[in-house]
């Protein structure tokens, strides 16, 4: 069943994550991250979509 699922993959796998298990966790939480981040979609505050004016930027465009 492993070799259906990895193929001749998992042992080069297995090997880089013993060698390396420092850069396989940074790749992990990378894509976790970036697969909530696509899933729930979440913006910041920069993001423009505030909506809103506030009193300072309804002022006048003159110049005195």
Do not use: E, H, Y
Request: net charge negative; with cysteine; aromatic share 4%.
């Amino acid at each position: 069943m492993q070799d259906l699922l990895l193929g001749s993959w998992g042992p080069q796998i297995a090997a880089f994550t013993k060698q390396n298990p420092l850069q396989v966790l940074a790749v992990v939480l990378t894509a976790i991250g970036i697969a909530i981040t696509l899933i729930f979609g979440v913006r910041g505050s920069g993001s423009g979509d505030g909506g809103s004016i506030s009193d300072s930027d309804a002022g006048d465009c003159g110049g005195d």
